[in-house]
């Protein structure tokens, strides 16, 4: 069983996001779904709620948009609070380790965006280093990302879609075999 943790600002009018839960909830895996903005829309994590869903789960996703190439302001601030120091980290903090991290997000732009000489200079795997640092910071089995270009004002709604589809086929792949 899986723990997917949903950071979407505005989740309801998400296609590409709310494409990939759905197929994931289509799926016949066992899955927690815990979506960050309607649980905390005023910011006020329940640390000890969290930190329990994390210790219930051998791997957890994060799901979100890219946005400003990084994760959104809510899941930065989960990190924040939910990973403490001696629950994630500390000398007693090792309630994470082994456990399986693996991001999977939209990006708006397409992938010719995402090099040295696009708009955005980098790829992004260069912009997904942070969170790999977290990931390793608290003893977490980084997995690569799983995520789509476009999302955003590039392809028709129906394309998104489709990308979507895809995306969540390779996700459920992913954690089959992460069991």
Not at 14 to 21: A, D, H, M, P
Not at 65 to 88: E, G
Not at 94 to 100: C, S
Not at 112 to 121: I, S
């Amino acid at each position: 069983m899986a723990l997917i943790i949903i950071a979407h600002p505005n989740f309801s009018n998400s296609v590409g996001n709310k494409t990939i839960i759905d197929e994931l909830q289509k799926s016949d895996l066992e899955l927690e779904f815990r979506n960050l903005h309607d649980l905390y829309s005023d910011f006020k994590i329940d640390i000890d709620a969290e930190q329990e869903a994390l210790l219930r789960h051998q791997t957890i996703v994060f799901q979100f948009p890219f946005f400003w190439c990084n994760v959104p302001a809510m899941l930065k601030h989960w990190f924040d609070t939910v990973l403490a120091y001696q629950f994630a980290y500390g000398s007693e903090g090792d309630k994470l380790k082994g456990k399986n991290f693996l991001p999977s997000f939209t990006a708006g732009s397409l992938e010719d965006a995402y090099k040295p000489l696009g708009t955005h200079h980098y790829r992004i795997s260069e912009y997904c280093k942070s969170i790999e640092h977290i990931a390793y910071f608290v003893q977490m089995n980084y997995i690569e990302p799983i995520y789509f270009h476009g999302s955003v004002h590039h392809y028709t709604e129906q394309t998104v879609k489709e990308l979507a589809k895809n995306h969540s086929e390779r996700l459920i792949k992913k954690l089959q075999e992460l069991g």
